[in-house]
């Protein structure tokens, strides 16, 4: 009688539990020390370039995420590291663009607070201003002063909500190929 007492009341909290459970998904994860978490980190969904042709001016390469409605928090930054083979590439940061959308379909542009790349490390970080809620598919765009030579380059992706205290979650790497001249233009 007692242990059929305890398996009930078990399964009560274990439903309430859940039934609290309902409203999470608009909620960030946020630790005791104030450090905010995604509920639902972003997706990369692709890397792309306007240009593919080695030693080329003009490219822009774009990184586009889609941000859930579950995230919990808006976005707040994303950095953006170059594989260390493209240690030869400048990006022309002034030149940093984002808006909603896909660099096919491009929408509002999203307002940027700042662009500044790591010296030693060449991670690019773009902090948006508002931050950007969930719900969006935005496109970020860096333009390299000029395509480097042919090859496969890797992009690690980030993301930060917003917050003093923000956890990036990295969303996998964005692949950009460049082709000899007379490759492939899309």
């Known amino acids: 009688m007692r242990q059929s007492r305890i398996l009930i009341g078990s399964l009560i909290a274990l ?102 790349q790591d010296p030693h490390t060449q991670a690019i970080a773009v902090t948006f201003d508002p931050p950007v809620p969930p719900g969006r598919t935005i496109s970020i765009g860096l333009r390299p002063e000029r395509n480097p030579f042919a090859g496969v380059y890797l992009f690690g992706v980030t993301a930060f909500p917003a917050g003093e205290v923000a956890y990036g979650q990295f969303l996998g790497y964005g692949r950009i190929q460049i082709y000899e001249r007379g490759g492939i233009f899309w």
């Open 15 to 116: 439903s309430v539990g859940l039934a609290g459970l309902v409203g999470w998904p608009g909620r960030a994860v946020q630790l005791s020390n104030g450090t905010v978490y995604f509920n639902h980190p972003p997706l990369l969904v692709r890397a792309s370039t306007t240009q593919n042709a080695a030693y080329i001016y003009g490219a822009t390469y774009y990184f586009e995420l889609n941000l859930s409605e579950k995230a919990g928090e808006p976005l707040g930054k994303v950095v953006i590291s170059p594989e260390p083979s493209l240690d030869n590439v400048d990006f022309e940061l002034e030149k940093t663009e984002a808006f909603e959308g896909n660099w096919r379909h491009e929408g509002a542009a999203l307002p940027i607070k700042n662009v500044i």
